[in-house]
């Protein structure tokens, strides 16, 4: 099993910046990728970034430029700095992880609002 726990969202002006870390607790040796989605109200989930063991990345088209994923495989934390916010991307924040033996788990997310 693992856990994980999301901190650092919040409220932002657009045009402004936050960033985002989720710790992992547990099983945490078989985490291989680990990375952030968001859900809007009426909208899916999708994916905003991910980042494997071996750091490499994947973003989400929307936020290529603006957001970076960065990870600290001695502290079992990923993080996401995330600028330039638009209103749009008001949604749920989740961390994601998924272990070598194909299981998948996810934080109970946090709230990222942009807006004056």
């Known amino acids: 099993q693992v856990q994980l726990v999301e901190s650092g969202g919040g409220l932002v002006q657009p045009g402004g910046s936050l960033r985002l870390s989720c710790g992992a607790l547990?099983?945490?040796?078989?985490?291989?990728?680990m990375g952030w989605y968001r859900q809007a109200p009426g909208k899916q989930r999708e994916l905003v970034a991910d980042?494997?063991?071996?750091?490499?990345?994947n973003y989400g088209d929307s936020v290529k430029g603006r957001f970076t994923i960065s990870r600290d495989n001695a502290q079992h934390t990923v993080y996401l700095q995330m600028n330039s916010l638009k209103p749009e991307e008001t949604a749920v924040y989740y961390c994601?992880?998924?272990?070598?033996?194909?299981?998948?788990?996810w934080g109970r997310g946090t709230q990222v609002t942009v807006s004056l």
């Open positions: 994601h992880a998924v272990t070598d033996s194909g299981g998948g788990y």
């Open positions: 547990g099983r945490i040796i078989d985490i291989s990728v």
């Open positions: 980042i494997t063991s071996g750091e490499s990345t």
